[in-house]
């Protein structure tokens, strides 16, 4: 992957239980995954290259990662049927999005563009 100047590069999560998030995004978004030792599992394709820190709980609240879907309810139902926890629901100007609890605690978004109808 090539690396690009002042952009964001990886993305890291906690989580206690490596085998739950990799069987999670696995199922729900196709993620591939890479173990690193006991305590440490990378992903990638999900656009933006990452990991897992394992033996770590989250912690919500201040930053969010959203993904982008071009089926929201298709996503959604990946993600139930996975094991996450669908948190909210709603629409903004220009499209619509629901937050998920991964099973290790994580919260993440996902979103569809609506455009206006003319």
Same mark, same amino acid.
């Given at each position: 992957?090539?690396?690009? %100047?002042?952009?964001?590069?990886?993305? +890291?999560?906690?989580?206690?239980?490596?085998?739950?998030? %990799? %069987?999670?995004?696995?199922? #729900?978004?196709?993620?591939?995954?890479?173990?690193?030792?006991?305590?440490?599992?990378?992903?990638?394709? #999900?656009?933006? /290259?990452?990991?897992? $820190?394992?033996?770590? %709980?989250?912690?919500?609240?201040?930053?969010?990662?959203?993904?982008?879907?071009?089926?929201? /309810?298709?996503? +959604?139902? $990946?993600?139930?049927?996975?094991?996450? /926890?669908?948190?909210? $629901?709603?629409?903004?100007?220009?499209?619509? $999005?629901?937050?998920?609890?991964?099973?290790?605690?994580?919260?993440?978004?996902?979103?569809?563009?609506?455009?206006?109808?003319?």
């Amino acid at each position: 992957m090539a690396h690009t %100047k002042n952009h964001i590069d990886y993305v +890291e999560f906690a989580a206690e239980d490596l085998g739950a998030v %990799k %069987k999670f995004y696995t199922a #729900a978004f196709g993620w591939v995954f890479t173990d690193w030792g006991p305590e440490y599992v990378s992903f990638a394709g #999900a656009g933006l /290259e990452g990991g897992f $820190r394992g033996g770590e %709980k989250p912690v919500n609240g201040s930053t969010l990662v959203i993904l982008y879907a071009d089926d929201l /309810e298709a996503s +959604e139902r $990946r993600v139930i049927d996975a094991g996450g /926890e669908i948190t909210e $629901r709603h629409e903004f100007p220009g499209g619509r $999005r629901f937050h998920f609890r991964d099973p290790a605690g994580n919260v993440l978004g996902v979103w569809v563009e609506v455009l206006p109808s003319d």
